[in-house]
């Protein structure tokens, strides 16, 4: 029987705004591909990022356009030269990875010859707003382990000292998503310093991150929009000392993995990181994540309410999805 492909755009409001140096988003909007072979259906999520030029609407149709290779058994590895990396193959690529789970008889974790899924310890996100906002919602999180500070260049200073002050004990990774210039990065290494910040995030545009070369940074500097797939890590090598994995950006699970194994190779701590999405699309980056150095997968708390069996939080840990929502070796969701 031939296989049969869905693809649906949903949205998913957010408990609360969501900001960073480039805007707020209220809802989670997310393709969600579907592939049935009449007898189990496999599911996939991403998120279309718009600073990669990707809409909802883009990359509904750039699964659509692989829709007959589909029907015919396109393999993952066959989808991998149809797509490019973004996040139309990842909502393929994963749904693939979760039919054949539940065609197998055998687990993701199982085909990728991993244990079961272990509860992670995530960054949890303090989003851009004014420092005393910020220093509030940390103190909201002053017990967890690590606290990931969205900051721009308006008052890094003050929004990170006052996180800090409200959250003495976490770990921090301050995220600029590119706001700031060299001259603000120099300007900000005494207070990175003196914050005790464990990694910084992309603090450059991409196309001006040669100023990194030859930089000595107060701490590890992580590559997240100029690193998307392993063939970027060559001219990243005397730039940074991270990379932020994300299967929206590699293009699915496959190549988040190649990724990682390829940064380590480098030298590279590894980051695994996620949009603001559900517990669908952050199903598959766990199988990454538990082999990083940072794991920031929290972009499902941030809803209003999640899928069923989702992930949880306990004690700043985050447990797993429950097999049945992706990678496990049951039918998969009624339909």
């Known amino acids: 029987m031939l296989r049969r492909l ?25 393709i969600v591909v579907e592939v049935h072979d009449g007898a189990f259906v496999g599911r996939g999520e991403s998120v279309p990022y718009a600073r990669y030029g990707e ?7 750039q699964v659509r356009q692989v829709a007959q290779d589909v029907a ?23 749904a693939l990875w979760d039919l054949s789970a539940r065609t197998m008889g055998e687990s993701v974790a199982a085909q990728l010859k991993c244990g ?21 919602a940390a103190a909201r999180l002053a ?3 690590i606290i990931k500070v969205k900051v ?51 603090p450059l545009p991409v196309g001006q991150d040669e100023a990194l070369v030859g ?38 699970l496959a190549g988040a993995l190649q990724l990682l194994d390829a940064a380590r190779a480098a030298g590279f701590l590894t980051m695994v990181g996620c949009m603001v999405c559900t517990s669908l699309g952050i199903a598959p980056a766990f199988h990454v994540a538990r082999h990083a150095d940072f794991i920031d997968l929290d972009g499902p708390l941030w ?25 496990g070796t049951g039918t998969g969701p009624a339909r």
Not at 116 to 121: D, I, Q, W
Not at 176 to 189: G, I, R, V
């Open 152 to 202: 721009d260049a308006h008052q890094p200073a003050d929004q990170l000292r006052a996180v800090r002050a409200n959250a003495p004990q976490a770990r921090l990774i301050v995220d600029a998503n590119e706001s700031w210039t060299p001259d603000l990065l120099q300007a900000m290494q005494p207070v990175l310093a003196d914050n005790a910040v464990a990694l910084l995030e992309q």
């Open 116 to 136: 079961p899924l272990p509860a992670l310890t995530t960054a949890t996100t303090v989003g851009l707003d004014t420092p005393e906002r910020m220093g509030a």
């Open 72 to 94: 015919a058994g396109m393999s993952r590895q066959e989808l991998s030269q149809r797509l490019p990396a973004g996040a139309a193959r990842n909502a393929l690529e994963c």
């Open 215 to 252: 930089f000595e940074s107060a701490c590890p500097i992580c590559a997240d929009e100029s690193c998307h797939v392993a063939a970027d890590l060559p001219r990243l090598v005397d730039r940074y000392q991270a990379v932020n994995i994300k299967l929206d950006k590699t293009g699915g």
């Open 303 to 327: 809803l209003q309410q999640d899928r069923v069996g989702g992930i949880r939080q306990v004690d700043g840990r985050v447990l797993p999805p429950q097999e049945d929502l992706w990678g």
């Open 143 to 145: 017990d967890a382990p």
């Open 6 to 30: 869905i693809v649906n755009a949903e949205s998913w409001p957010l408990a609360a705004p969501f900001r960073i140096s480039r805007g707020t988003k209220r809802t989670a909007d997310v």
């Open 55 to 61: 809409t909802p609407a883009s990359v509904a149709a």
